[in-house]
């Protein structure tokens, strides 16, 4: 009897959510300099439509970071080591302060990014047979993510499998 009362106001919740993504995707294609960055960013294997535009939303627009490493941090990938003194050893942990929606959505990217990227394949096949833990190896591809979408985005260029960077 509560799930029916209730599912009037789902049902509404849901046609928001569709509005609003529909409203998001609009403005996105009305500007082009918006179109074009979730383009380069999209370019990286596993990147998908969501990703990008959260990274936009919450990145400003890739201005609100100077390297990658501030992004990877912010995101949650970056493994720091706690110590106390010189004897006391403690596990390495990422930070609780860490943008946990963006850490999931990459979460998901680095998995699909397993699947279709051959790069990502061999390296998590490699980490595991070297004994790695499988969370371990899936934030180092998180990170690698950052660190290509970063590049993309300094580069201004889409992102290409084996790329060599030319001398001028």
Same mark, same amino acid.
């Given at each position: 009897? +509560? ?10 919740l /849901? ?8 409203? +998001?995707?609009?403005? +996105?294609? /009305? ?12 370019s990286? @294997? ?15 627009? $890739? ?12 995101c949650?990938?970056?493994?720091? @080591? ?14 609780? $302060? ?25 390296? $998590? ?11 371990? +190896?899936?934030n ?9 979408? $970063? ?14 960077? /030319?001398?001028?």
């Open positions: 009897m +509560i799930s029916k009362m209730q599912q009037s106001a789902i049902n509404a /849901q046609k928001t959510k569709t509005k609003i993504e529909a409203l +998001i995707s609009q403005t +996105i294609k /009305q500007d082009e300099e918006l179109l074009h960055t979730i383009e380069l960013v999209q990286v @294997n596993g990147i998908g439509t969501v990703t990008a535009t959260a990274l936009l939303v919450y990145t400003r627009s $890739f201005t609100s970071f100077k390297t990658a490493k501030e992004l990877a941090c912010y949650g990938v970056v493994p720091f @080591n706690r110590t106390s003194g010189s004897s006391v050893r403690y596990k390495s942990l990422v930070s609780p $302060f860490a943008n946990m929606k963006l850490k999931k959505l990459l979460h998901l990217c680095a998995l699909s990014a397993i699947q279709n990227d051959e790069e990502m394949k061999r390296y $998590f096949e490699r980490k595991l047979l070297e004994g790695k833990n499988k969370m371990s +190896i899936i180092a591809i998180r990170n690698k993510l950052i660190h290509r979408i $970063f590049a993309v985005i300094r580069d201004n260029r889409l992102y290409e499998d084996n790329y060599t960077k /030319q001398c001028a």
